[in-house]
C-alpha cells in the first residue's frame, strides 16, 4: 500500500490472489479452498507470487494510479498473473523490450475499469482470463480478451459511450483514466488533474467582469468549466507554478519559443489553430472536445453502434 502515491489493498485481495496465482482449481473466496493442501501449495509458489502482486502493483503505479484512481483493486489480480506465468520481471517497468506489453496492459486496465468489468462478482472471471493467457504469447492478449468478453462484461466501447465519458467531471477517476489514455507513458512521476483555463474565472460575477455577455454565454462557460476538453494531466510542480495564472499569459512564459509551445499544444491536445484568450474559450472547448473525441476512437477502436449505424 505504500507504492507510488499509495493504495488500499487488503487482506482479502491477496488471500483472492493466492488462490488464482496459484492455479488452484476453485478460486471462490471460502474456508474450504484455504486446506493444508492448498496453503502447503501458496506456500512453496509464496515467492513468485508475493513478486507478481508487488510488480503488478507497481505497474499500476507507473501508469499515476493510485488508491483514488484504481477503482477495482481485483483488477490486478490478471496483470499479476500474467507477470508470473509468462515470468516478466521488472523489466515491464522501464524496458523498452516490453513497451508494447506496457501499452497494452495499460488500455486494457482502463476499459476494464470505465467497464466496471470486476464489478459484483468476479469470480467466474479468473479462469477465463488464466487460460487465455496460458494459451497466449509473451503479450498481453488483450484482441483475444475483447472478443471471448464481446457479450459478458465486455470491455468494448461503442460510439455512444464516448460521448458519455467525454462528459467525466474533474477530480473523478474516469477523467484521469481517459487523459491518461490520450497521453505518452507518465514514468512514475506524479500527475495532477488539473484545469486549463483555471476554475476560479468560472463564476458568474467573474465572467461579468471579463465582458462575457450575455447571461446565456456565462452559463456556457461554467458548464463546461469541469468537464474533460477543459481538463490536461499536468506534472505536480509545473502545476503549482501555472496555479490560477491565465492559460494566455502562463503558456508563453514558460514554453518561450514556437518548438516549445507546438510540443506543449500537441502533447495536451490542443487545436492548433485557436487562440487561447479566456474570450475564446467556448471555440477553444469544442474543438478539443473533437480532438479528444477522435483521440479516444482510435485508441479504443471504438464501434459504431447500431443507433448510430442507421441513423
Known amino acids: 500500500n505504500d507504492t507510488g502515491k499509495g493504495f488500499n489493498f487488503n487482506k482479502d485481495f491477496v488471500l483472492k490472489s493466492c488462490l488464482v496465482l496459484a492455479d488452484l482449481h476453485d478460486i471462490k473466496f471460502k474456508v474450504d479452498n484455504f486446506t493444508a493442501e492448498n496453503m502447503k501449495i501458496i506456500e512453496n509458489d509464496w515467492d513468485a507470487i508475493s513478486g ?64 466496471r468489468h470486476f464489478g459484483g462478482q468476479p469470480d467466474s472471471l479468473y479462469p477465463i482470463y488464466r487460460q487465455i493467457i496460458r494459451d497466449g504469447g509473451e503479450v498481453f492478449p488483450l484482441p483475444q480478451l475483447l472478443e471471448r468478453f464481446a457479450t459478458l462484461r465486455p470491455l468494448e466501447f461503442y460510439d455512444e459511450d464516448i460521448e458519455n465519458l467525454l462528459n467525466v467531471k474533474y477530480g473523478s477517476a474516469f477523467a484521469f483514466m481517459l487523459l491518461s489514455l490520450i497521453y505518452p507513458p507518465l514514468d512514475d512521476y506524479e500527475f495532477h488533474q488539473d484545469h486549463i483555463h483555471p476554475k476560479k474565472y468560472f463564476t458568474d460575477k467573474r465572467l461579468k467582469g471579463l465582458g462575457i455577455e450575455p447571461s446565456e454565454k456565462r452559463e456556457e462557460y461554467i458548464t463546461r468549466c469541469n468537464r474533460l476538453a477543459n481538463l490536461q494531466l499536468l506534472q505536480a510542480t509545473p502545476n503549482l507554478e501555472k496555479s490560477d495564472s491565465p492559460l494566455e499569459q502562463w503558456l508563453p512564459e514558460h514554453k518561450t519559443t514556437p518548438v516549445e509551445l507546438d510540443h506543449y499544444k500537441d502533447l495536451h491536445v490542443f487545436p492548433a489553430d485557436i487562440k487561447l484568450s479566456f ?33
Request: glycine share 4%.
Open 52 to 115: 507478481a502482486i508487488a510488480l503488478a502493483i507497481r505497474l499500476a503505479a507507473h501508469f499515476g494510479f493510485d488508491e483514488k484512481t484504481l477503482t477495482s483493486t481485483n483488477a490486478i489480480i490478471p496483470i499479476a498473473y500474467f507477470l508470473k506465468n509468462k515470468g516478466i520481471g521488472e523489466n515491464i517497468l522501464h524496458a523498452r523490450s516490453q513497451s508494447e506489453n506496457r501499452g497494452v496492459i495499460k488500455e486494457w486496465l482502463i476499459r476494464a475499469l470505465i467497464r
Open 279 to 311: 474570450d475564446d474559450f467556448l471555440e477553444f472547448f469544442e474543438k478539443r472536445q473533437e480532438l479528444i473525441r477522435t483521440r479516444l476512437m482510435e485508441i479504443l477502436k471504438v464501434k459504431r453502434s447500431d443507433k448510430s449505424e442507421t441513423s
